[in-house]
């Protein structure tokens, strides 16, 4: 009896417009009339099929790139992803509970806490969203998250540095 794990297949279906040579595929130019006398309209004037049904005779005559070179493919602007507004917020509100925590700002009872332990929690979670959102930010995200990274990582270091030595100095204060 066959397993029937092994018998399930899947299908990969190729949606991508251009191909590596930046001319619109074959199947999408096909793909686009269908959807197009689906509708019942003529081919647009602009529409890429139209402008590929023009150039179709001499793209035929056009030498083709090498096919071991990739084309160099140019993000289009519209392709990075636009600032949040929220993830902004997200980032600043983790890196002031993470600043308090160091030190920075006064509890209610105008006391300065510092909770370093509570602080390097708070810094490696921002650490993970770095490394979990990597590539996947607008370059304004991302650079201010990095600012923030770096600037609390330099605080905490400074805070345990300053700890470190206060114990020292209350240690050898104790006969």
């Known amino acids: 009896m066959a397993d029937p794990k092994q018998e399930e297949s899947f299908r990969v279906i190729d949606r991508?417009?251009?191909?590596?040579?930046g001319e619109i595929r074959d199947e999408a130019a096909e793909e686009r009339r269908k959807?197009?006398?689906?509708?019942?309209?003529a081919l647009p004037v602009n529409s890429p099929a139209?402008?590929?049904k023009k150039e179709a005779a001499p793209a035929a005559s056009k030498p083709s790139a090498p096919k071991d070179e990739p084309a160099p493919v140019l993000a289009p602007e519209a392709v990075l992803p636009k600032p949040s507004r929220g993830f902004q917020m997200l980032i600043n509100f983790v890196a002031q509970n993470?600043?308090?925590?160091?030190?920075?700002?006064?509890d209610p009872r105008g006391q300065a806490m510092l909770d370093l332990e509570g602080a390097r929690e708070l810094i490696d979670m921002l650490d993970a969203l770095r490394d979990a959102t990597q590539g996947n930010l607008a370059p304004d995200d991302d650079r201010l998250?990095?600012?923030?990274?770096g600037?609390?990582?330099l605080s905490y270091m400074?805070?345990?540095?300053?700890?470190a030595k206060?114990?020292?100095?209350?240690?050898?204060?104790?006969?």
């Open 50 to 52: 139209a402008a590929q």
């Open 98 to 106: 993470a600043a308090m925590l160091l030190g920075a700002y006064p």
């Open 151 to 153: 600037s609390l990582k």
């Open 158 to 163: 400074e805070m345990t540095k300053a700890a």
């Open 166 to 175: 206060a114990m020292q100095e209350k240690a050898k204060a104790r006969p």
């Open 145 to 149: 998250l990095l600012d923030v990274l």
């Open 35 to 41: 959807k197009d006398t689906e509708s019942g309209g």
């Open 16 to 21: 991508r417009l251009f191909n590596a040579e």
